[in-house]
């Protein structure tokens, strides 16, 4: 019986366990890790990243996958850019996010209407979002130095950089859809039983619209922090975020199979990698062993959450 | 002690999740036999079956095979050692050729690399055995009774000397039925054995030698089918008034207008042509065989299927462009017959899965009114009596029983005026069923219409004013429970069934 809730607890706290765990060797081996500068800086520098887990979430959670969301990061990039130089600057802050809705919605009508897993769906439209963000930049870099456009991925507010506040409320948002709605609760049912689901009167095709709107929105979203935190927009931005959002969800303990999960168990996952990075950084270990030992603990941390799992 | 049988078993015992399925049941097959295996829904005749064939393990009991005791038993030994199953749903790989399937398993290979010796080999099982198929024809165009063959050929090439058939002839046409009993009758001359799992009664006394049947798990008798006759078997199959629990008193609706009508009804699934009534503050009851159109009737009544002919009136209005939504915006819900697929959502606590159905209520702006749905759980789960008593419990961890009173109850936070339950109390214990009998006559004592689905008659005798009997996705027959008998029922059913198939082009 002990050992049960043990593995239980173990599972349903792995990433935090192995965030203290890290952050912990991380202090004693170096001064310059456990440091405001440091810490601010790792969280500044994956909220794009983090503000894509989380709305990730929502869509495995609904028991789907999102490989498009790297193509509509790129898509976001060189979209905001592009109307920042040519119309105006703030209007390409604000609409980048809104084309990522748009085209994750389309990735939801897709799904919906060709009844394919969302995987097969998704690597068709990402390559599809990948090719229109070529084409809008014609396969150039465009350059944004404009202030008016890279306050917001540079500047801050109240000492903390304005990206992690905008990650901060955008995961706090998802929490209460997910934890305090009825859309929150569809999402869960969907991904839980979705035959149950359909029975229970609810419009499933929808709510697996949604989620998927929810993760386009948030790819340009995080687009717009990044470019304008380089004051560049570029087709190739973004490339395997797509994955590494993925692994953090998982990482995390959200429930592959769909059903179960939460947005604070993806923010740890993204930071959980992310200290692993900033270790080596610090440390000055060799780089060529970063990939390794990432691999190493994302299988460690399915190893923990299976073992949980009775 | 064997005397030579094929197969003994001794006081074989099963039960799932607390619940006993077969009770002390023994059996034995001899050499060159063809033993049918009958009983009601839910007798235990499938679970003996997937016993013998090492997919179910055994609580208490034990098995011998050709005098050698049956250890660890499990598919793979019992294959090994001459027992093969062939499943109601069959395992072929659809996408393989006839040859491929037969010898799936078994290819011959030289250092790792197939010697595609299969065709030959088949080739030569036909030969010896009298079936004829093309080896290299793909398993998914060819006719189910086709591919019946490959699983009787699969399981020479394993030399079985036991076979399981596990309803073979469900979805058979006559034709093929006797195609496949001419197939049994020859295996058996070559002296192997075989279990005829079947609810078929017909098919059982055609070509059986000896039948075996059950009645809830347990063993009724062993008998030569020569001296059977279908009324004898059915009167065994349900044995002398046992009724364990006591249903609830009936209370007569005082005068029962209808609040649901359905006419004509015909679905893609399965309903063809159902006209049924129920009024208010009646329970009205639904059966009929395995395969009968009973739930697929319910599922196209409420939306859950699309409908393709017929009509719904509902409080005497017509009810077009179905859904299960629209219908519990007009106060009509169906329990589906499976909880664990249909039913409830495993990865969400009690509370959640009670108040699925009806979010907009308890989220007018969006918003969960997690306090209400509290209090409105609770209120049902003390209503049901659920075990363990808690609004956030783990359903996944509920007994069966607690888990289908969960389910009922999920259908009924919102007071609905016309009720399907399908299946209401499959797989429960005595307790639980008890209680949810209970809680069907109270809610028709309140005034909702009941539709009843049930494959036990006695269930639906017990409870229901009025009841159809369904067959063929229709109804063909409506009987009033205090003037009929359970044997009668069932005669009536398999009578319309075989009727059917004697109808149906072969």
New interface residues.
């Given amino acids: 019986m002990t050992r049960f809730h043990f593995g239980r607890f173990l599972q349903a706290y792995a990433v935090l366990i192995m965030i203290a765990v890290l952050i912990g060797a991380l202090s004693f081996l170096s001064d310059s890790f456990l440091t405001y500068r440091n810490l601010l800086n790792i969280l500044n520098q994956n909220a794009p990243l983090a503000i894509m887990a989380s709305a990730m979430t929502l869509v495995i959670i609904a028991g789907g996958f999102d490989l498009s969301v790297a193509a509509t990061f790129a898509v976001g990039s060189v979209v905001s850019a592009w109307i920042a130089l040519h119309v105006n600057p703030y209007l390409g802050l604000f609409l980048a996010p809104f084309v990522g809705l748009a085209l994750g919605t389309l990735n939801g009508v897709v799904i919906n209407a060709l009844r394919v897993h969302s995987f097969l769906a998704t690597i068709a439209t990402g390559l599809i979002f990948k090719g229109v963000a070529i084409v809008i930049s014609d396969g150039r870099l465009i350059s944004v130095r404009l202030e008016d456009f890279i306050w917001l991925g540079r500047g801050r507010f109240l000492e903390v950089f304005n990206a992690v506040w905008i990650m901060v409320a955008f995961a706090l948002v998802l929490t209460f859809l997910l934890n305090r709605t009825a859309f929150g609760r569809r999402v869960f049912a969907v991904g839980g039983n979705e035959e149950a689901a359909i029975l229970s009167g609810i419009r499933t095709d929808r709510v697996k619209t949604a989620t998927f709107a929810f993760a386009g929105f948030a790819a340009g979203l995080a687009s717009v922090i990044a470019t304008s935190r380089v004051a560049l927009g570029q087709a190739g931005a973004g490339e395997g975020m797509e994955l590494q959002a993925i692994a953090a969800v998982i990482l995390g303990g959200t429930s592959i199979y769909g059903g179960a999960g939460a947005v604070w168990r993806s923010l740890g996952g993204v930071f959980l990698l992310a200290l692993i990075s900033n270790g080596f950084n610090i440390l000055n270990a060799d780089p060529f062993y970063r990939d390794l030992t990432t691999g190493l603990v994302i299988l460690a941390a399915i190893g923990i959450s299976v073992s949980g799992r009775r | 002690m064997t005397g030579g049988a094929a197969l003994t078993a001794s006081g074989i015992g099963v039960s799932f999740s607390g619940v006993a399925v077969l009770r002390d049941v023994s059996l034995d097959i001899a050499p060159g036999e063809i033993h049918g295996l009958i009983g009601e829904n839910g007798a235990g005749k499938s679970t003996l079956g997937k016993v013998l064939g090492g997919y179910y393990a055994a609580s208490t009991g034990t098995l011998e095979v050709f005098g050698a005791r049956a250890q660890a038993w499990d598919p793979l030994l019992a294959l090994a050692s001459g027992v093969a199953i062939m499943h109601q749903e069959l395992q072929l790989v659809p996408e393989l050729t006839v040859a491929e399937n037969v010898f799936l398993g078994l290819e011959e290979q030289r250092f790792g690399v197939l010697r595609r010796t299969e065709v030959r080999r088949l080739e030569e099982l036909m030969a010896a055995s009298g079936f004829r198929l093309d080896p290299n024809a793909i398993v998914s165009r060819l006719p189910i009774a086709d591919q019946q063959k490959i699983e009787i050929l699969r399981a020479l090439a394993r030399e079985a000397r036991i076979i399981v058939m596990d309803e073979p002839t469900s979805s058979l046409s006559r034709d093929e039925v006797s195609q496949l009993h001419v197939a049994m009758r020859k295996l058996r001359d070559e002296g192997r054995s075989i279990i005829y799992v079947s609810h078929f009664l017909n098919d059982i006394l055609e070509v059986a030698d000896r039948i075996t049947v059950l009645r809830d798990g347990e063993h009724v008798k062993t008998v030569p089918a020569a001296g059977e006759t279908r009324s004898s078997l059915v009167a065994a199959m349900l044995g002398g008034g046992k009724s364990e629990t006591p249903f609830p008193p009936k209370v007569r609706p005082v005068r029962a207008e209808p609040i649901l009508e359905v006419m004509n009804l015909v679905s893609p699934g399965g309903a063809n042509g159902a006209t049924l009534t129920v009024g208010r503050g009646e329970i009205v009851g639904l059966t009929g065989l395995v395969g009968s159109g009973r739930s697929e009737i319910a599922r196209a009544i409420v939306g ?1 299927d699309p409908a393709a002919g017929g009509e719904v009136r509902v409080r005497g209005a017509p009810y077009r462009k179905r ?3 629209r ?2 915006a007009l106060g009509m819900v ?1 329990s ?1 017959e499976d909880r664990r ?8 606590r009690t509370s ?1 899965n009670m ?3 009806h ?2 209520r ?2 007018p702006d ?3 009114r ?1 306090r209400l749905e509290r209090s409105r759980a609770t209120r049902l789960i003390e209503h049901f009596r659920v075990r363990p008593p808690d609004p956030n419990g783990d359903v996944s961890t509920c007994s069966g029983g607690n888990q289908q009173k969960i389910l009922i109850g ?1 259908w009924l936070m919102e007071n609905p005026d016309i009720v399907i339950l399908d299946e209401p109390s499959r797989g429960v214990d005595v307790g639980a069923r008890e209680r949810i009998h209970f809680a069907i006559a109270e809610l028709a004592a309140g005034g909702t219409g009941v539709l009843l689905i049930s494959s036990e008659i006695e269930e639906v005798l017990g409870l229901a004013h009025r009841a159809y009997l369904a067959d063929g996705g229709r109804i063909v027959e409506e009987v009033i429970p205090e003037e009929s008998s359970e044997a009668e029922l069932l005669a009536l059913l398999f009578q319309h069934q075989s009727r059917r198939h004697e109808a149906a082009p072969a």
């Fill in positions: 859950a859904s299960i939504r219908s519990a169906m589906p697929k249909q039913g409830l959502v495993m990865t969400m959640s108040t699925l159905p979010l907009a308890f989220a969006g918003i969960m997690r999920k």
